[in-house]
């Protein structure tokens, strides 16, 4: 089972029917929401062939996203890797900062906005723990006059107050939610509760490849655009594909973008690294790939999935060597993004193409980085 699955050319039929990555994904939901989630799996289906609905988010993400984001070449982050023989990798920063409201969030929620409006949906909900989902989702609900209402915990309200703030300018209703830790899992059980209720009028625009089938397949094909133009810059800049890809890992939504197109290349590297915080023994880490269980859900499935059958690997890093990277980001490659990882650069040959995800700006965590970063 594992080895046919494995088989590159099964790839793009990926998931089977169920929603199922192997033996991770599927769909497993109250009953009233079953049907809502074939109707957008029907929908999504018959929306990625039909020419009209693809010209139109073709458009919008040109003109209003502000594709195809460059692929740059950092000079100085290169010189930085290279070894005293002068020899090294060659860096690329695909760069997904630049994006409409500075990160890939975007994509996704714009294609998911334009679809509910094809169902007939005039209204949106959606969760947020940061609030760059809240803020994607709230922005383009008021570009195509859609009601939005963002569930977002109070603990995580009060850290990204400029979010939350940027969201009701917006013209979204943002809900406070306090049960719990008051944090993502809790805004994510009462967004599913308000779609439970509300299913008939309300499309849910979930922010990453997570959650129950069509949800995983669906952003990741809406985020694969990161990975198409790759290859085209690729083939441009230097005639061939880049030996690496490497995209922090969060839900898994900008490295599924970036990945997707390249998995069934088997001489493309694919690494995503995931966030280690205080250290992958302190209990205090989001390393669900690294350090998780199986049952766990809190990365998508198919990264489960690529790292089951050995085609893709993870790592991952401290908070502090988070903060480090972005210092060196900011100071050498002159981008300040988040998502930097220094994973495998040093010991890679020379002049191996590495193209590092630049999933978004690093606005939010300024704050953050401010109490620890001594400048
Ligand atoms: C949301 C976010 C992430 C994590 O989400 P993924 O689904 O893993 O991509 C990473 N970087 C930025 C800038 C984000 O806004």
Do not use: F
């Given at each position: 089972m594992v080895g046919k699955e494995a088989d590159p050319a099964a790839a793009l039929q990926r998931p089977d029917s169920f929603g199922r990555f192997g033996k991770f994904g599927g769909k497993y939901v109250p009953e009233t929401l079953m049907y809502a989630l074939t109707e957008l799996e029907a929908a999504f289906k018959s929306l990625s062939t039909d020419h009209e609905f693809q010209k139109e988010l073709d458009g919008i993400l040109r003109?209003?996203?502000?594709?195809?984001s460059p692929l740059y070449f950092a000079e100085r982050l290169t010189e930085h890797y290279k070894r005293p023989d002068g020899k090294g990798p060659h860096i690329y920063l695909?760069?997904?900062?630049?994006n409409h409201t500075g990160a890939h969030k975007i994509n996704n929620a714009v294609a998911q906005a334009l679809l509910a409006k094809r169902l007939g949906k005039k209204r949106i909900i959606a969760e947020t723990g940061a609030g760059q989902h809240g803020v994607a989702t709230a922005t383009v609900c008021a570009r195509f006059g859609l009601q939005c209402v963002i569930y977002m915990g109070a603990q995580d309200m009060e850290r990204q107050s400029l979010n939350v703030f940027r969201m009701r300018l917006l013209g979204a209703e943002v809900r406070a939610v306090h049960s719990g830790t008051a944090t993502l899992k809790d805004a994510t059980s009462e967004a599913i509760r308000d779609w439970v209720t509300n299913v008939e009028s309300t499309h849910y625009i979930l922010?990453?490849?997570?959650?129950?089938?069509?949800y995983p397949m669906m952003v990741r094909e809406f985020h694969a655009v990161i990975g198409k133009e790759t290859r085209k810059q690729a083939l441009e800049k230097w005639g061939g594909k880049p030996d690496v890809l490497v995209a922090c890992v969060g839900g898994g939504s900008n490295a599924m973008g970036l990945f997707h197109e390249f998995v069934?290349?088997?001489d493309v590297r694919l690494i995503g690294v995931e966030a280690a915080g205080f250290g992958l023994?302190?209990?205090?880490?989001?390393?669900t790939l690294t350090k998780?269980?199986?049952?766990?859900?809190?990365?998508?499935?198919e990264h489960s999935f690529l790292k089951d059958v050995g085609r893709a690997e993870y790592y991952s890093i401290t908070d502090e060597e988070a903060l480090d990277g972005w210092r060196a980001l900011s100071c050498i490659g002159d981008i300040s993004c988040t998502g930097l990882s220094r994973e495998a650069?040093?010991?890679?040959?020379?002049?191996?193409k590495v193209v590092l995800n630049c999933?978004?700006?690093?606005d939010k965590d300024v704050q953050t980085a401010i109490k620890h970063l001594k400048l």
């Open positions: 003109d209003y996203v502000g594709r195809e695909k760069r997904e900062d630049l922010g990453s490849v997570a959650g129950p089938h069509p069934d290349d088997k023994d302190s209990g205090k880490h989001a390393a998780g269980e199986a049952r766990l859900p809190w990365v998508g499935p650069v040093p010991t890679l040959p020379d002049a191996t999933s978004g700006r690093g």
